[in-house]
């Protein structure tokens, strides 16, 4: 594998990147937004006291394979030579999203039998944080 490449990324674009995507994730799951039919849909008692516990490294979990997610796309950004548009921001973002998040949640989705529901809050989530990175490491090349 050519790790040259590695150098041409905007490292503080990945950065900033995997902050909005990871930010996306605290309203998206909110009350104010979805938070409160996920927890339904999850079976999610959010009056249980221990329901912080380890909340911590799940945080750091998501955001370390956010920041993984965000390598790889700026990857496909530079190896397609992204011409600097917010247009191709959220192209590569939902081709993304679409081929590759929605599809492996689905695959998960479908030996699990979860509500559909659930699919398309996560599905959307995911699908809206890869356009958001996409559009910043995009525009800031």
């Not at 990871?22 to 999610?44: E, I, N």
């Not at 008692?45 to 390598?71: Q, Y």
Request: aromatic share 12%.
């Amino acid at each position: 594998m050519n790790t040259a490449i590695f150098s041409d990324i905007n490292w503080l674009a990945v950065l900033v990147a995997t902050l909005a995507y990871f930010m996306l994730g605290a309203a998206w799951y909110s009350k104010a937004l979805f938070g409160s039919k996920w927890a339904a849909l999850v079976k999610l008692d959010t009056s249980d006291p221990n329901l912080k516990k380890g909340m911590g490294k799940m945080m750091l979990g998501s955001f370390v394979l956010m920041a993984i997610a965000c390598v790889g796309l700026a990857l496909i950004i530079y190896r397609v030579q992204a011409p600097v548009e917010i247009l191709s921001g959220i192209k590569i973002g939902l081709l993304a999203g679409i081929c590759f998040a929605t599809t492996a949640v689905s695959i998960s989705f479908i030996y699990e039998s979860k509500p559909a529901g659930l699919y398309w809050i996560d599905c959307g989530y995911h699908v809206l944080g890869l356009v958001i990175a996409s559009v910043i490491m995009v525009m800031w090349r």
